[in-house]
């Protein structure tokens, strides 16, 4: 079974920067999202930004501006560069991929915990 294998997450103070990596562990041919979701202690997991095949990229208003979803066709990687952070963005960071035949694969989560 192949997995998405996260890494990158940390303590951080608020202000500083962080980029996750998510890459599988095997092959997944056909993918046509690459995302990442995070999951804040008591909500609901929500999407922070995603790329699609073709090269769009779409963000959570609450991240615009501040984090930026790149990829590594090569690799099939995808990372996230997060700049500016703030206390509200400690949460479990998910990576998600989809193919064009709609199978679903999500890492493990990485932890991002930024203090004041």
């Known amino acids: 079974q192949v997995q998405l294998v996260e890494s990158g997450g940390d303590l951080v103070q608020a202000g500083g920067s962080l980029r996750l990596s998510c890459s599988p562990s095997?092959?997944?041919?056909?993918?046509?999202?690459k995302a990442w979701y995070r999951q804040a202690l008591g909500k609901e997991r929500e999407l922070v930004a995603r790329?699609?095949?073709?090269?769009?990229?779409d963000y959570a208003d609450s991240v615009k501006g501040r984090f930026t979803i790149s990829r590594d066709n090569a690799k099939n990687a995808v990372y996230l560069q997060m700049n500016s952070l703030k206390a509200e963005d400690t949460a479990v960071y998910y990576c998600?991929?989809?193919?064009?035949?709609?199978?679903?694969?999500w890492g493990q989560g990485t932890q991002v915990t930024v203090f004041p």
């Open positions: 095997g092959d997944i041919f056909n993918v046509n999202i």
């Open positions: 998600y991929f989809e193919t064009t035949l709609l199978a679903k694969y």
């Open positions: 790329v699609w095949r073709g090269g769009t990229t």
